[in-house]
């Protein structure tokens, strides 16, 4: 499985735009990259996922650089809502063939007024 | 919007006893799953059911845990005799169970072990 790094917490002002990197250095050819948005006391929300260069849906944006070796959420014009966890997942194959998605610490953003 | 449900959303039990956390995964889906999340801590991954039986399950999924799928609808995991670090919020997903598809959450039920 490869091993996700992000950062722990960041904070933002409502209005401007966020954006979270996640390191993936050992990513495999096969390997999608998913991002999930967790609100305190309720289960995680699938936001985004991709494969290279960027995807865009009415939420977010995904940025894939061409190596792939990290990836960049970006959420345009955070408000307070936007307060949560966000977790980055990238290849859940497990040895027994399953796909799983494994969560690690993920970023607690924090947007103020 | 389609959706995973979970009965109850709370769950207080004394030590000891046996509970069991109902959840009814999305109809055409075909792989379920069972996290934990100690109160803050990250998401743990339990065990995932495919085809009537168990196709993946962690360390943390011991004797004390058993899954069902009873009927075509409900997916129920037991915990056999909780402890008091049971006490977690308890997620079911499912999954079209192809590899890089979205899963669905639940919105858990709260175990409190006493």
């Known amino acids: 499985l490869a091993k996700t790094t992000q950062p722990i917490s960041m904070d933002s002002y409502e209005g401007q735009e966020v954006n979270i990197t996640c390191s993936h250095n050992?990513?495999?050819?096969?390997?999608?990259i998913t991002w999930y948005q967790q609100f305190p006391s309720q289960g995680p929300r699938f936001i985004i996922q991709?494969?290279?260069t960027k995807v865009t849906n009415e939420v977010a944006s995904l940025f894939i650089p061409a190596d792939r070796k990290s990836s960049t959420l970006s959420l345009p014009r955070v408000s307070l809502s936007d307060t949560a966890v966000y977790y980055c997942?990238?290849?859940?194959?497990?040895?027994?063939?399953?796909?799983?998605?494994?969560f690690g610490r993920g970023t607690s953003l924090i947007v103020h007024p | 919007e389609p959706e995973v449900t979970q009965t109850p959303s709370h769950q207080v039990t004394q030590m000891g006893q046996e509970v069991i956390l109902r959840c009814v995964p999305i109809?055409?889906?075909?792989?379920f799953y069972w996290y934990r999340q100690i109160l803050g801590q990250k998401v743990e991954f339990l065990v995932s059911?495919?085809?009537?039986?168990?196709?993946?399950k962690s360390e943390i999924f011991d004797d004390q845990f058993s899954v069902e799928r009873p009927d075509g609808s409900n997916f129920t995991l037991k915990i056999r005799s909780t402890k008091l670090e049971d006490s977690a919020m308890y997620f079911c997903?499912?999954?079209?169970?192809?590899?890089?598809?979205?899963?669905?959450f639940g919105q858990g039920t709260r175990l409190t072990v006493v």
């Open positions: 997942l990238v290849g859940d194959i497990h040895s027994g063939g399953s796909y799983i998605p494994t």
């Open positions: 991709g494969y290279k």
């Open positions: 059911f495919y085809n009537n039986e168990i196709s993946e």
């Open positions: 109809s055409n889906h075909l792989y």
């Open positions: 997903a499912s999954s079209e169970g192809k590899a890089n598809t979205e899963a669905f």
């Open positions: 050992n990513i495999a050819t096969n390997d999608y």
